[in-house]
C-alpha cells in the first residue's frame, strides 16, 4: 500500500519541485517564467526530471518505515496489556451483606485498562515512529546520498544549457561594441599551431581532456546509476561516501517521524474513542 501512494506524491511533487528549485535559484523571475524555461527545454519530460531517483529514495523509505511502525505498535501494546494483566487486581469492595461485589471489581479494572490506554498508546505511537523514521533514514541514507547528487548534477546541466543559449547573443553584442582596429590586426594573425606532445607519432590526435573528479564524472553519467559509479570511482568516495551525512539525517527523520505518526495516532485514537460516544447519543 505504501508504494502506489508514494509514486502517486512524487508524481505530483517533483514538478512543483522543479519550478520551486529555478525560483529559488533566482534563474527565473517568475513562476510563469520558470514553466516556459522548463517546458521549452524538453515538455513534460523536463518537468520530471529527477522523478526516478525521487521513487528510488522514497519508496524503499515508505516501505522500510510504515510497515515498521506498525509492527512496533502492535509490540508496545501487546508488551502493555501483558503487564497490565500481571499487576494484582484491586481489592474488591464488600456489600452490606459482607458479599464481595464484582461488579464494582471488574469495572475497577476496566477502568484501570482503560483509562491509561490512550495516553500510553499516544506515547508508544511517538517511539514507534521515532524508531521507525530513524531506522528507514538509516538504511536509505546511501539512495537519498546518490539521489541529491543526482539531481543537482541534472540541475547543472539545465543551468548550463541556460546560459549557452543566452551566451551567442550576449557575444555577439559585445564583441561588435569592441571591435577596434588593434583587434582586426590580431584577428588576422595566424594562429599558432599547437605544439606536439613529446614522444606523440606524427599526424596523432592530441588525447581527450579527462574530466577528474565527481563533477566531470557527472556530466557524462547522468543515469542514476552512473550516478552512484561516479560516487564510488570518484576521489575520496568508495562505500564511505554513501554515508555521507547519515548522522544528522537519521536524527532529525527520526525526530520527524516521532512528531509526524505520534501525532498522527493520536489524533486517530481521539477520533475512534470520541465515535462510540456519538452513536449513543
Same mark, same amino acid.
Given at each position: 500500500?505504501?508504494?502506489?501512494?508514494?509514486?502517486?506524491?512524487?508524481?505530483?511533487?517533483?514538478?512543483?519541485?522543479?519550478?520551486?528549485?529555478?525560483?529559488?535559484?533566482?534563474?527565473?523571475?517568475?513562476?510563469? &517564467? #520558470?514553466?516556459?524555461?522548463?517546458?521549452?527545454?524538453?515538455?513534460?519530460?523536463?518537468?520530471?526530471?529527477?522523478?526516478?531517483?525521487?521513487?528510488?529514495?522514497?519508496?524503499?523509505?515508505?516501505?522500510?518505515?510504515?510497515?515498521?511502525?506498525?509492527?512496533?505498535?502492535?509490540?508496545?501494546?501487546?508488551?502493555?496489556?501483558?503487564?497490565?494483566? #500481571?499487576?494484582?487486581?484491586?481489592?474488591?469492595?464488600?456489600? /452490606?451483606?459482607?458479599?464481595?461485589?464484582?461488579?464494582?471489581?471488574?469495572?475497577?479494572?476496566?477502568?484501570?485498562?482503560? &483509562?491509561?490506554?490512550?495516553?500510553?498508546?499516544?506515547?508508544?505511537?511517538?517511539?514507534?515512529?521515532?524508531?521507525?523514521?530513524?531506522?528507514?533514514?538509516?538504511?536509505?541514507?546511501?539512495?537519498?546520498?546518490?539521489?541529491?547528487?543526482?539531481?543537482?548534477?541534472?540541475?547543472?546541466?539545465?543551468?548550463?544549457?541556460?546560459?549557452?543559449?543566452?551566451?551567442?547573443?550576449?557575444?555577439?553584442?559585445?564583441?561588435?561594441?569592441?571591435?577596434?582596429?588593434?583587434?582586426?590586426?590580431?584577428?588576422?594573425?595566424?594562429?599558432?599551431?599547437?605544439?606536439?606532445?613529446?614522444?606523440?607519432?606524427?599526424?596523432?590526435?592530441?588525447?581527450?581532456? /579527462?574530466? /577528474?573528479?565527481?563533477?566531470?564524472?557527472?556530466?557524462?553519467?547522468?543515469?542514476?546509476?552512473?550516478?552512484?559509479?561516479?560516487?564510488?570511482?570518484?576521489?575520496?568516495?568508495?562505500? &564511505?561516501?554513501?554515508?555521507?551525512?547519515?548522522?544528522?539525517?537519521?536524527?532529525?527523520?527520526?525526530? &520527524?517521524?516521532?512528531?509526524?505518526?505520534?501525532?498522527?495516532?493520536?489524533?486517530?485514537?481521539?477520533?475512534?474513542?470520541?465515535?462510540?460516544?456519538?452513536?449513543?447519543?
Amino acid at each position: 500500500a505504501a508504494t502506489p501512494a508514494e509514486i502517486a506524491a512524487v508524481a505530483l511533487r517533483v514538478p512543483f519541485e522543479q519550478l520551486k528549485m529555478r525560483r529559488q535559484t533566482g534563474r527565473d523571475e517568475s513562476l510563469h &517564467g #520558470a514553466l516556459q524555461a522548463v517546458w521549452r527545454a524538453g515538455g513534460a519530460r523536463s518537468l520530471y526530471k529527477g522523478f526516478a531517483a525521487t521513487v528510488a529514495l522514497d519508496v524503499p523509505f515508505a516501505l522500510v518505515q510504515f510497515p515498521l511502525f506498525e509492527s512496533l505498535k502492535v509490540a508496545f501494546a501487546n508488551r502493555r496489556l501483558v503487564q497490565e494483566a #500481571a499487576r494484582p487486581p484491586p481489592p474488591r469492595r464488600r456489600l /452490606s451483606g459482607g458479599a464481595p461485589s464484582t461488579a464494582s471489581s471488574s469495572s475497577e479494572l476496566g477502568r484501570r485498562l482503560s &483509562g491509561g490506554a490512550h495516553s500510553a498508546a499516544n506515547l508508544e505511537a511517538m517511539l514507534a515512529g521515532g524508531l521507525a523514521g530513524a531506522t528507514a533514514a538509516l538504511v536509505t541514507t546511501p539512495l537519498d546520498v546518490v539521489r541529491t547528487r543526482h539531481v543537482l548534477g541534472l540541475h547543472a546541466s539545465m543551468a548550463k544549457s541556460d546560459a549557452q543559449g543566452r551566451t551567442p547573443a550576449r557575444a555577439a553584442s559585445r564583441a561588435g561594441a569592441a571591435a577596434s582596429p588593434a583587434a582586426h590586426s590580431e584577428a588576422a594573425k595566424p594562429a599558432k599551431p599547437a605544439k606536439p606532445a613529446p614522444n606523440a607519432a606524427p599526424g596523432a590526435s592530441p588525447p581527450p581532456r /579527462s574530466n /577528474s573528479g565527481l563533477r566531470g564524472v557527472l556530466r557524462v553519467r547522468r543515469s542514476f546509476v552512473g550516478t552512484a559509479v561516479a560516487i564510488y570511482h570518484a576521489p575520496g568516495g568508495g562505500a &564511505g561516501a554513501f554515508f555521507a551525512g547519515v548522522v544528522p539525517r537519521t536524527l532529525y527523520m527520526g525526530i &520527524g517521524g516521532m512528531l509526524y505518526l505520534g501525532t498522527y495516532s493520536a489524533f486517530s485514537n481521539a477520533l475512534s474513542a470520541s465515535a462510540p460516544a456519538a452513536q449513543c447519543h
